[in-house]
């Protein structure tokens, strides 16, 4: 087996599938760098080494610095790099997505321009939110009034199940400290969903303001894909941790929600559900590879450059000649 400095440059057929990629890997408190076809952790235990091409996204949390080298690999790997917050509650910048394919954002353009399918995902979020309540049928303010219900008997719940004294949803928004402590821990968990929800749908390349149920934001989807999980983790979380103690409750609701998105694989269940909702049928990565057909978006070859012209109704034409050859104007 050859050593990391002696291997030559892969090229794009000996990458490997995003499918069998480790999806999301994680790096704090270190240098980035390369050295050859591998990025390059070096921290005060000495150096790592992850070759390139088994990265499907880089998240760069807190005390990370990484070199132009380095970003240089990663971009011609095909892999995502996103600076976040300790591991992935906050979202700060994006790199490339984890395809060159613009099947999932397409997908998702369809999808939200027509109110029909844009109501029926809707409808199919609030079912992975209460599998046990049938949405089907549902206008828009009943699926609110449905939620808003649910929302509250969730509050009143884990209330109940921590001893923690709720009086109700109070917040300012922009004022954290405006709510009393169960608010402010309630808001806090909640900005750790939306950060995660705006990773993982950066690293898709999916657009993060044509949302389903929310509207007029440049975050409307990730604030749908956030609620995903609002009263399953976001929730639970935030009332044990002012169970436990009233202080510092905003850094410590992060490091809890922290701990729990990484026992629970939030972040892969996170590119599941997007994928499911915004192309029903199609393998997820963690599926691909094992006996399914490869769904041609671009998750099986990632440094596939596969690029078509619109045609009419519905079709798409070769592209990369001239399509003025021999036509009658």
Request: glycine fraction near 12%; hydrophobic fraction near 35%; include cysteine.
């Amino acid at each position: 087996m050859t050593t990391v400095g002696q291997r030559r440059p892969s090229g794009p057929r000996e990458l490997t599938r995003v499918g069998d990629r480790s999806s999301f890997v994680y790096l704090e408190r270190c240098v980035v760098h390369r050295e050859a076809n591998a990025i390059t952790a070096e921290d005060g235990d000495g150096v790592r080494h992850l070759p390139s091409a088994t990265i499907g996204a880089l998240l760069l949390g807190p005390g990370t610095r990484v070199t132009h080298q380095a970003m240089s690999l990663l971009g011609e790997s095909g892999a995502a790099v996103v600076w976040v917050g300790e591991h992935g509650v906050r979202w700060y910048s994006g790199g490339r997505a984890l395809s060159r394919s613009a099947h999932l954002v397409e997908a998702q353009a369809v999808l939200w321009a027509n109110p029909r399918s844009r109501l029926a995902v809707a409808r199919a979020m609030y079912r992975k939110r209460f599998p046990d309540e049938d949405p089907d049928g549902c206008s828009r303010r009943r699926l609110l009034g449905l939620e808003g219900d649910r929302v509250k008997a969730c509050y009143r719940r884990e209330a109940a199940r921590t001893g923690v004294t709720w009086r109700g949803r109070r917040y300012t928004p922009g004022d954290f400290t405006s709510g009393d402590v169960p608010n402010q821990a309630v808001t806090a968990a909640g900005q750790c969903m939306y950060g995660v929800a705006q990773t993982v749908i950066a690293a898709l390349g999916c657009s993060p303001g044509l949302g389903f149920v929310h509207s007029g934001h440049e975050l409307s989807f990730a604030l749908d894909i956030a609620d995903l999980y609002k009263t399953e983790i976001g929730i639970p979380v935030a009332f044990e941790t002012v169970a436990e103690d009233e202080e510092d409750i905003g850094p410590r609701v992060r490091r809890a929600l922290r701990d729990r998105i990484h026992t629970t694989g939030l972040l892969d269940r996170c590119v599941d559900d997007i994928r499911e909702l915004l192309s029903p049928g199609a393998p997820t990565p963690h599926t691909a590879g094992r006996g399914e057909a490869p769904d041609h978006t671009g998750y099986d070859e990632p440094l596939r450059d596969r690029v078509t012209l619109q045609g009419d109704g519905g079709t798409e034409v070769e592209s990369g000649r001239n399509h003025g050859d021999g036509i009658v104007w």
